[in-house]
């Protein structure tokens, strides 16, 4: 991998190995590695995490296509994904709507998929766990 690049982290307040689950099951994330607190090589400081943590994930890594999606359970129960979006670009127009069906399940569609001036197909939800994604298919800008 050259550097330098970008990676989201996203933390699933309690829900990280639900949502590993669920995008290696909707999109085909392949989950490189996976490390709850309580097999952490040194151990966390007292109250460093809620109580009943102890076996949510630390930290995990997947990779989708040729991105890495690193992700985690973090220590703070009320986090929101708020501020940014998630772009899943694929070949065909058979693989968005597979993708954008897979991760709309029990989510919500925010851009239904269609053809737009700038994609043959392209639509936008925020999933079950309240992630915001961008499917879509390279086009032809005007």
């Known amino acids: 991998m050259s550097l330098p690049a970008i990676h989201p982290y996203l933390n699933f307040s309690g829900r990280c190995d ?3 689950a669920f995008y290696k099951q909707a999109i085909g994330a392949e989950i490189q590695m996976v490390m709850h607190f309580n ?15 102890e076996k949510k994930v630390m930290h995990a890594s997947a990779k989708i296509g040729d991105s890495i999606l ?44 269609d053809k737009t001036f700038w994609s043959p197909r392209f639509g936008m939800l925020k999933d079950r766990f309240g992630v915001s994604w961008m499917v879509m298919v390279p086009g032809e800008m005007p």
Do not use: H, R, Y
């Open 18 to 20: 639900e949502a590993l």
């Open 39 to 53: 097999e952490s090589p040194e151990p966390c400081p007292p109250g460093a995490i809620p109580a009943g943590f």
């Open 70 to 113: 690193m992700a985690t359970d973090g220590c703070d129960p009320g986090t929101k994904f708020d501020g940014f979006t998630l772009n899943l670009t694929v070949k065909t127009i058979a693989e968005a709507d597979k993708a954008f069906a897979a991760l709309s399940d029990g989510g919500q569609v925010t851009m239904p998929l």
